[in-house]
């Protein structure tokens, strides 16, 4: 079983909820959105960095199956940590490795709230077909290629850093 599959497999039990911002405005209705312009929301960007950096730190860990990685809590914590962990720790179990990259695509869903967002939900269609799994002694462990993954991430703010709090990928396929 690959990683991309595990963590697939994975995801429906160990995804975790994000906190939501409090939600208090008084019995009044939301405000409206701040009109779209060609200039991005400031910290939009970086829980899209944040999102591409938990992939790479991910690939690390991989080529040594290393559930215990602590790259894995620079740009993950909550239920992506855990299901990130879970994938390794699968790997290892199975005597596999990943190595390559995942080509991503991230887009975002949502920012919240929308004039200084704390809160970023990103979707992506993550191509794991250059992200390889291979047995202990180098070779491949099956002529199976990975492929297209929906994947689903709400990346958080935390003081002066973001990071994935949760995860969520669709099988082979699936995007």
């Not at 199956?65 to 909550?78: E, K, V």
């Not at 990130?84 to 699968?90: D, M, P, S």
């Amino acid at each position: 079983m690959t990683l991309l599959a595990a963590l697939s497999l994975g995801a429906a039990g160990c995804t975790g909820e994000a906190p939501s911002p409090a939600r208090d405005n008084g019995g009044a209705p939301p405000a409206p959105a701040p009109a779209s312009s060609s200039q991005p929301v400031a910290g939009v960007e970086d829980a899209v960095a944040a999102y591409r950096a938990m992939w790479k730190d991910l690939e690390a860990a991989g080529r040594t199956a290393d559930p215990n990685a602590p790259q894995l809590g620079d740009h993950a914590a909550g239920g992506a940590l855990r299901l990130l962990k879970y994938g390794l720790a699968k790997d290892r179990q199975d005597g596999v490795i990943a190595k390559g990259e995942v080509i991503l695509s991230p887009q975002v869903e949502s920012a919240t709230p929308a004039a200084a967002p704390k809160q970023v939900k990103i979707v992506d269609c993550s191509d794991g077909s250059h992200w390889l799994v291979y047995k202990h002694d180098g070779a491949l462990e099956n002529d199976v290629p990975g492929g297209h993954h929906e994947t689903k991430a709400t990346v958080q703010h935390f003081g002066t850093e973001w990071k994935v709090v949760d995860l969520t990928m669709g099988e082979v396929g699936s995007c």
